[in-house]
Every structure is written in structure tokens, then in C-alpha cells.
């Protein structure tokens, strides 16, 4: 018997209908600078080296061989392993975003997934709480008010400096102390909790939360503001020089892995990929299971006394 609500098709005739995805026909300079205009996470400044190097080049014609001797030349001129890895990962994600929005051409794959990464140092910065706390009282005597508050968010949520930089008011939730987060890097939507501390500021300092309006937007309308400048001035005021944003990011993973929390929560927690935070974290988990253990050897000596 047919299925009511089922249509019959002649799926050869379907296929052949179907629009061949052709690709925009972009430049990797213009790829380069509509991928900037929709992120703030500092790949405009690693994406100027490709644009210079290819810029009015295709897009898509630029191959993995072209790449590879472009990073071999940085790695002659002095640039760390971890700064090539990091400018072809900036490049890789702008192939993803052009990817995911149809702009290239059907079954084309971005040329730095062929590009070995290079073996680098895992950098890891230790940050005091008492450091992050100067960081949080300093930061609320900036001119512009809605520094403290970013500020402030870094630390209790651990975020990606885009993850801040590109909300808009109809993502927060104050009433529950949360921020939605609808995309990451890893793809999957998360939400990002702050202290009842910050809330307070965030209620003081924004008096007006249009539903639509960016909660750091800068002096060009619907473009969020970067906050590089006074970061620099933070951080050396307080004895911190050097101390990136991203730092802040590691600085809540450890605490979550010293209080306890595995690391696949906490990679949750952080929207990151389990893999990359076990490498650079896996040694505080192993820390935390094994003060556990202790604190359970302990209990039980207790109760045989």
C-alpha cells in the first residue's frame, strides 16, 4: 500500500537538477578580509602574511606545496615552530568558514590540511589566583568600563577571546549568570557561566542591553572592539608583561583540574578539544587524581582507627 505524504521521485532527473556548487569567486585577499570582518580572535594579524604572500591569488588555487615552502621560508627567518602552526592554523579556519558557507567550490578541501604541523614546545603558564585577581581590580579602572566586565568574563568562563568579543545581548541570560555560545571552534554550541561578582558589574556598567547590539562594540558600528592596547597596559601594570588572553583560558583549566573535575569535563566546560587539553593538561589531572586517591586512603586508615 503507498504511504500517504510520500511523493514518488525519479532520482537520476533530481540529481541532474541540482546546481553544481561552482564556488565565489574569491582572492585570498578578500576571503582573508570577510573572514576577519566576522571574527576577532586575532587572526587578522596572522592572515596578513598569506595576504601578502597570495593575496591576488584564487582562493582556490593555492596548494598545499605552496604553503608548505611558505612555512619553511618563515622557519628560516626565525619564526618559532609554534607561530608557523598557529598562522596555518588562522588560514585553515578561514577555508572552514568559506566551507561552511558555500563559498567554495564543491568537493574542494583547503590546502593546509595537507601541510605537516612542526613539533613545538607545549606552552604552559602558571597563573596565581592572587595574579588574576589584580588583573580583575585593575582592569575596572580603564576609561572604558566594559574593559573591566570583559575582563572579568575571561576569568570566571575561560573563553576565547571571540567567544566574548562577538556576543550580542539576546545571547545572555542574567538571570542564570549565563552567555550562550552558539558557535566555537570546536563546532558544537556551549554556554559560558559567570560569578554573581560579575553579573553585579555587568548590571552597573551596561545600562542599556539591546537585544541585537554587541556588548563590546568598538567605534565602527556592528564590529566588536579588539582590546589588544589596554590587555598590553593591564598586564604590565600588574607585573603580569607578556601574559596573553589565551593564558587566562589555561589558567581555568588548571583550576577546574585542581578542583578535581576530569578532563572531560573540563574540556566541556571550556568548549576544547579533549586530545589538545589532555596534552597540555593531562599532568594537573593525573595531579588531582592522585590527591583523590590520597584523601580516600586517608578516610579509610580513619575509620580502621
Same mark, same amino acid.
Given at each position: 500500500m503507498r504511504q500517504s505524504g510520500k511523493l514518488a521521485i525519479d532520482l537520476a532527473s533530481a540529481i541532474k537538477a541540482v546546481s553544481v556548487q561552482e564556488g565565489t569567486e574569491l582572492t585570498l585577499a578578500e576571503l582573508a578580509s570577510a573572514f576577519n570582518s566576522a571574527h576577532l580572535d586575532g587572526s587578522d594579524l596572522r592572515l596578513r602574511k598569506w595576504i601578502a604572500a597570495f593575496g591576488s591569488q584564487s582562493a582556490w588555487s593555492?596548494?598545499?606545496?605552496?604553503?608548505?615552502?611558505?612555512?619553511?621560508?618563515?622557519?628560516?627567518?626565525?619564526?618559532?615552530?609554534a607561530s608557523v602552526n598557529r598562522d596555518l592554523s588562522s588560514l585553515g579556519s578561514a577555508y572552514r568558514w568559506a566551507k561552511a558557507r558555500r563559498l567554495t567550490p564543491r568537493g574542494f578541501k583547503s590546502p593546509t590540511l595537507g601541510v605537516g604541523r612542526f613539533e613545538e614546545p607545549i606552552r604552559?603558564?602558571?597563573?596565581?589566583?592572587?595574579?588574576?585577581?589584580?588583573?580583575?581590580?585593575r582592569a575596572l579602572a580603564f576609561p572604558d568600563r566594559r574593559f573591566g566586565v570583559f575582563v572579568s568574563l575571561l576569568i570566571d568562563t575561560g573563553a576565547r577571546k571571540s567567544e566574548l568579543l562577538e556576543r550580542v545581548w539576546?545571547?545572555?541570560?542574567?538571570?542564570?549568570?549565563?552567555?550562550?555560545?552558539?558557535t566555537t571552534k570546536t563546532g558544537h554550541p556551549r554556554v559560558l557561566f559567570f560569578t554573581e561578582r560579575t553579573d553585579q558589574l555587568v548590571?552597573?556598567?551596561?545600562?542599556?542591553?539591546?537585544?541585537a547590539a554587541l556588548l563590546f562594540?568598538?567605534?565602527?558600528?556592528?564590529?566588536?572592539?579588539?582590546?589588544?592596547?589596554?590587555? &598590553?597596559? $593591564?598586564?604590565?601594570d600588574v607585573g603580569l608583561a607578556g601574559l596573553r588572553?589565551?593564558?587566562? /583560558?589555561?589558567?581555568?583549566? *588548571? @583550576?577546574?583540574?585542581?578542583?578535581?573535575?576530569?578532563?572531560?569535563?573540563?574540556?566541556?566546560?571550556?568548549?576544547?578539544d579533549p586530545a589538545v587539553l589532555?596534552?597540555?593538561? &593531562?599532568? $594537573?589531572?593525573?595531579?588531582?587524581?592522585?590527591?583523590?586517591?590520597?584523601?580516600?586512603?586517608? /578516610?579509610?586508615?580513619?575509620? *580502621? @582507627?
Open positions: 593555492i596548494t598545499s606545496e605552496q604553503l608548505e615552502l611558505a612555512a619553511a621560508a618563515m622557519l628560516e627567518h626565525g619564526y618559532a615552530p604552559r603558564v602558571h597563573v596565581e589566583p592572587q595574579d588574576l585577581e589584580k588583573l580583575r581590580v539576546a545571547d545572555v541570560r542574567l538571570a542564570d549568570r549565563e552567555i550562550l555560545v552558539p548590571r552597573r556598567v551596561f545600562a542599556r542591553r539591546e537585544p562594540e568598538g567605534h565602527v558600528p556592528g564590529q566588536p572592539i579588539d582590546y589588544r592596547r589596554p590587555w &598590553g597596559i $593591564l598586564t604590565k588572553m589565551h593564558d587566562v /583560558r589555561h589558567a581555568a583549566a *588548571a @583550576s577546574l583540574l585542581g578542583a578535581g573535575v576530569t578532563l572531560a569535563v573540563a574540556a566541556q566546560v571550556l568548549g576544547h589532555a596534552r597540555r593538561c &593531562g599532568h $594537573l589531572e593525573t595531579q588531582a587524581l592522585k590527591s583523590a586517591q590520597e584523601r580516600a586512603w586517608n /578516610r579509610g586508615l580513619n575509620k *580502621a @582507627s
